[in-house]
């Protein structure tokens, strides 16, 4: 219930306030639930602890704290972004979101295979979609089931909104398969896993379970997996980059196809750690439904 009314108010503030306005009451929710719920700040801090050390960061307390807060932080941008940015104009998207690399999306899709996008909760993966959207591709995004009925239709309408489709994990593999053959794109959240399989990849130097649907529909459909991550800019602009295709061969499995994803995620999540919204100990604990 609280995370419901939490998003309840964040689309309150985000529709009727002045974008600067929004931003700043977003971020004094964020610092509320930062300085409250502790349980939550000290997994993002050990998150950001291992991610830290794996590129040989070595932060003082004061740091790490800071860069704990800031994580809360962007999340109560993301939220009000979440809210506010649904029918958006494609000239409005492209004054917000400069694009690295649409070539890569761009080659992968000449097969004519569709292709397989996949991200991160990390950033702005929503808005990510939409500016997608705006180019004109048809995306077909895969969304965790929430545990309260009301609070998954609450998040829909935003999804809707944006022309985008969702596909609840759980259902037809069918509708994606299709999806791909009829060169539509296939969006999947690689850093998070609801399926109860058990396969294991290194992650941050650190054993963790992964998703492994982007790999299993590749070699299915013979599609390629296009990695692509977008990020908030110190300005509150963003950057929607795309990795080179992973392209499914007779010889690929999907240990390989899974830890070529593995490397995109570390590279972005590892470049701006306190983008990266997880908040579980992600090494730890298997991660529940949304709230």
Sequence with gaps: MANYIAYRLASAVS???????????????????????????????????????????????????????????NFGKYLVDFFRFTRVERSALEKMISIERLDHLEKACRAGRGAIIVTAHFGNWELGGAMLRALGYQVNAVVAPARRPRLQDF????????????????????????????????????????????????????????????????????????????????????????????VPDAASGEQELMSRIRDAMEREVGERPSQWFVFHRFWEAEPGLTE
């Excluded at 004094?28 to 349980?39: G, K, L, V």
């Excluded at 050990?46 to 994580?71: I, W």
């Design 155 to 246: 998040l829909q309408k935003p999804r809707e909104e944006r022309g985008l489709r969702t596909v609840t994990i759980g259902s037809s593999i069918r509708v994606l398969l299709r999806a791909l053959r009829q060169g539509e794109l296939v969006a999947l959240l690689a850093d998070r896993d609801f399926s109860g399989e058990r396969e294991r990849l290194s992650l941050f130097g650190k054993s963790v379970r992964l998703p492994r649907g982007a790999a299993w529909l590749a070699l299915r459909a013979h599609a390629p997996i296009v990695p692509a991550f977008l990020v908030r800019q110190e300005d509150d602009t963003f950057l929607l980059r795309f990795h080179p295709p992973i």
């Design 15 to 73: 529709r009727h306030l002045p974008k600067p306005t929004a931003y700043w009451v977003g971020l004094r929710i964020a610092d509320f639930f930062y300085f409250f719920h502790r349980a939550k700040r000290e997994a993002v801090r050990d998150n950001l602890s291992c991610v830290l050390e794996y590129r040989g960061v070595r932060q003082t307390p004061c740091a790490l704290r800071g860069l704990t807060r800031k994580t809360f932080q």
